[in-house]
T-cell receptor
Framework: EPEVTQTPSHQVTQMGQEVILRCVPI?????FYWYRQILGQKVEFLVS????????KSEIFDDQFSVERPDGSNFTLKIRSTKLEDSAMYFC?????????????FGPGTRLTVT | QKEVEQDPGPLSVPEGAIVSLNCTYS??????FMWYRQYSRKGPELLMY????GNKEDGRFTAQVDKSSKYISLFIRDSQPSDSATYLC???????????FGTGTRLQVFP
């Protein structure tokens, strides 16, 4: 069964450093998302991406964040200058375009620890 | 009022019990309703997806949506210890892909 994959599974970085989180969405999907989950809190939407541009973003997704689809298979989230409060699980998700399906499939997540 | 409310539990039931998990919401624009299962430190796994009001059944799982009451439910029949996980409701409005999640209900099924 096709699945979303994410690398690395755990990333430790120092405050102020740049990080790039990588995702490989399900191969025939065209809509891509990033969510995050701070420990013990809700899963929160960050950004949606379609047709090589951001279609929607949340207030959390400020100028420190960017997304890119550098090739036909990868989807990345970059945080330019990490803060302590960026420590969270980051989930990539994707969905197809069949009918009106809004089913989003999530990857296993990258645990980001900012020290 | 929070957009989506969900009792965090924990909910502890014996194997074989029928489990009822619920969410309420305040935004009447929500049209798409999903249930995800999340094991500790893993990604949410899509269980059920429903559009608008009504019921949907898939094996031991039944999802119900009552838009007039702004209330959704997930029923698990013949619960198994492997069902022990956190169950997240999520919903979105038309013309947006942004999923709004509940806090999740932690379920434990003991043998």
């Amino acid at each position: 069964e096709p699945e979303v994959t994410q690398t690395p599974s755990h990333q430790v970085t120092q405050m102020g450093q740049e990080v790039i989180l990588r995702c490989v969405p399900i191969s025939n999907h065209l809509y891509f998302y990033w969510y995050r989950q701070i420990l013990g809190q809700k899963v929160e939407f960050l950004v949606s991406f379609y047709n090589n541009e951001i279609s929607e973003k949340s207030e959390i997704f400020d100028d420190q964040f960017s997304v890119e689809r550098p090739d036909g298979s990868n989807f990345t989230l970059k945080i330019r200058s990490t803060k302590l409060e960026d420590s969270a699980m980051y989930f990539c998700a994707s969905r197809g375009t069949s009918g009106i399906s809004y089913e989003q499939y999530f990857g296993p997540g990258t645990r980001l620890t900012v020290t | 009022q929070k957009e989506v409310e969900q009792d965090p539990g924990p909910l502890s039931v014996p194997e074989g019990a029928i489990v009822s998990l619920n969410c309420t919401y305040s935004n009447s624009a929500f049209q798409y309703f999903m249930w995800y299962r999340q094991y500790s430190r893993k990604g949410p796994e899509l269980l059920m997806y429903t559009y608008s009001s009504g019921n949907k059944e898939d094996g031991r799982f039944t999802a119900q949506v009552d838009k007039s009451s702004k209330y959704i439910s997930l029923f698990i029949r013949d619960s198994q210890p492997s069902d022990s996980a956190t169950y997240l409701c999520a919903m979105s409005a038309r013309n947006t892909d942004k999923l709004i999640f509940g806090t999740g209900t932690r379920l434990q099924v003991f043998p």
